[in-house]
């Protein structure tokens, strides 16, 4: 707890769900972060039917959050391929799935980090 925000893994939000990390802020409000590794399922829909369907309808939220993907780069099996109807390339770097995120996220207010936590040979 710092500067009177409390974060919490895991926890409770609307209608029973419970976001990856919650950010609060006494007074001011909350911040839902979703978190997916590259190779997730849910990768490229996890901002629409997660962060804005379920956790940033909450008013506290203000319609804002963060998601966050982790990079591991080729040391598993790569980047999930997105959908066809995207019509958007597998990634192969970071900053081109970050790219691709970007272009996708169905709100404004959300914020999109991928964290690189490749090898430098991968």
């Given amino acids: 707890r710092s500067r009177n925000i409390t974060i919490e ?13 919650r950010l609060t802020r006494a007074g ?12 997730n399922t849910d990768l490229w829909t996890a901002m629409q039917d997660q962060l804005l369907e379920r956790y940033t309808n909450d008013p506290k ?4 959050g963060i998601y966050l993907v982790i990079w591991h780069g ?6 999930k391929s997105p959908p066809k109807k995207l019509a958007i390339e597998t990634p192969i770097r970071a900053t081109e799935l970050q790219a691709a995120l970007e272009a ?6 959300f914020a999109v980090r991928v964290i690189d936590v490749s090898k430098p040979h991968d």
Avoid: M, S
Avoid at 16 to 21: E, G, L, M, T
């Fill in 9 to 21: 893994p895991e926890a409770a939000a609307a209608d029973q769900k419970r976001v990856d990390i």
């Fill in 28 to 39: 001011t409000g909350t911040l839902p972060i979703e978190v997916k590794r590259d190779d």
């Fill in 61 to 64: 939220t203000g319609g804002y």
């Fill in 74 to 79: 080729n040391r598993r099996n790569g980047c």
């Fill in 104 to 109: 996708i996220k169905p709100n404004p207010r």
